[in-house]
């Protein structure tokens, strides 16, 4: 009963002195509103970072390059990795041979501008892009396939003339409710061919290559993406394969053993270089990558929450401050109840409960306020995407996740402050004789 009767005694001081209870609990609020705001927003850029790595596809390897030491067990800074030291396509069609197809290689070739013409001889445009399935695979969230499938390396090797279409393709060339799957289409890929593509597959268009379009663009002027294997578009082009300096390997299957694929490859690469005298490949893991990320995400957070908690020490002593101000003004209130029979232990619990509940009531507008903080600097995160890189504002989505560990220790924070630095003014209440307390003027 004395407890519920001090949180009363509390909560009717704190609202007959409203403006000097928000200015107490302001080194509160900004304190927990800082903290709560930095653990969101490190929480946020850790499931954002895994949730985009994730559907982009990058769930395997890539390769950099690193000096052997020589025979004194030294690295020779004179030496300059060129282009010779590169895994080259053989090297990556032996890996391919060697393991049966288990690991996609991203390789793509661009074949530029082509057209193709429907039954009404109107003319449509696309850009034409050879992609192996490993590259094919790494896109399947940005150009979500709607039928058929995407193009695989079985197509390439057997050469094969597939291709997958936008919806919009589709609706130029059909122009009815023609199932494209199967369909064959004659089209000119511009200074190279005229040739024929069999259609495997239709992807939606990305809303973001949409929106890069001009405003009121018609149907038939739109200009779509159209994949093919990547063989084929080395066949149309005369070129020879190509990769780029850090190749990408993803495993087919998506339930893999990260450290097993990681020393197999580790494994073939330092047998197809150990003759080389200078250069070793390093394997290095896409999952490896995101948890040195949420490593420096986390040591970040907590040193920059700790920062923005030096503001609530500060807050504490504000709150002690006016404790000790309070204890004051109300004097001749303590004189008399002291008076009329009221323990010392039960003017000091007044008084801490007060101080506790001032803390509790401050972190909990902190808390929200933080959390309001992490959306608005979500939604604002959303828009500058969208406005400086339009092509992956559909494929990333911005998760803001307030951290429920955060949000706890806060509160349980603001309960500690408001009994540590409640403590001494409650105290001094509690010790004032009651004599003494009544003269006061």
């Keep these: 009963m004395f407890i519920f009767e001090n949180i009363r005694l509390a909560l009717g001081a704190l609202i007959n002195n409203k403006m000097r209870s928000l200015l107490t609990m302001l080194g509160i609020i900004i304190g927990i509103s800082s903290v709560i705001t930095i653990t969101t927003i490190g929480n946020s850029l850790r499931s954002t970072m895994s949730n985009m790595i994730l559907s982009a596809g990058n769930n395997g390897f890539y390769l950099s390059y690193d000096l052997k030491e020589d025979e004194n067990g030294e690295i020779p800074d004179y030496f300059s990795i060129g282009s010779e030291n590169y895994v080259t396509p053989e090297i990556l069609d032996d890996l391919d041979e060697e393991f049966g197809g288990k690991y996609l290689i991203v390789r793509e070739e661009s074949l530029g501008a082509g057209t193709a013409r429907n039954k009404k001889n109107q003319q449509i445009s696309f850009v034409m892009n050879g992609l192996s399935e490993g590259s094919a695979k790494s896109q399947t969230t940005l150009y979500r396939l709607i039928k058929g499938r995407y193009v695989n ?15 919009i393709f589709v609706q130029q060339y059909f122009q009815d409710d023609t199932d494209p799957i199967g369909k064959s289409i004659p089209v000119d890929v511009i200074g190279l061919c005229s040739t024929e593509f069999v259609i495997v597959g239709v992807f939606q268009l990305p809303p973001s290559l949409e929106k890069q379009m001009e405003p009121g663009t018609k149907l038939m002027d739109r200009t779509t993406p159209m994949m093919i294997p990547y063989q084929v578009a080395l066949d149309l082009s005369g070129k020879k394969p190509e990769f780029d300096r850090y190749p990408q390997i993803n495993v087919r299957d998506a339930n893999f053993d990260n450290a097993a694929c990681k020393a197999e490859l580790a494994e073939f690469f330092d047998r197809e270089f150990a003759e080389n005298r200078y250069v070793q490949p390093i394997v290095k893991s896409d999952q490896e990558d995101m948890k040195q990320f949420e490593m420096v995400m986390n040591v970040i957070t907590i040193i920059i ?74 939604a604002i995160g959303s828009k500058l995407l969208y406005h400086f890189y339009p092509l992956y504002a559909d494929l990333v989505t911005i998760n803001i996740e307030p951290s429920m560990l955060a949000i706890m220790l806060s509160l349980l924070f603001s309960v500690l402050t408001g009994l540590f630095f409640g403590t001494y003014p409650a105290s001094k209440a509690a010790k004032m004789n009651p004599i003494d307390a009544l003269r006061y003027e």
């Design 153 to 167: 390396d079985a197509d390439s090797k057997n050469h094969k003339h597939a291709c997958v279409v936008s919806d």
């Design 305 to 378: 929450a700790i920062i923005a908690a030096i503001s609530l020490f500060v807050g504490g002593i504000g709150v002690m401050n006016i404790m000790l101000v309070s204890i004051t003004e109300r004097t001749r209130e303590i004189g008399v109840r002291k008076a009329i029979g009221a323990k010392s232990k039960t003017i000091r619990n007044q008084f801490l409960i007060e101080a506790i509940i001032l803390c509790i009531i401050g972190g909990t507008i902190g808390i929200v306020l933080g959390i309001l903080n992490g959306i608005a600097i979500g």
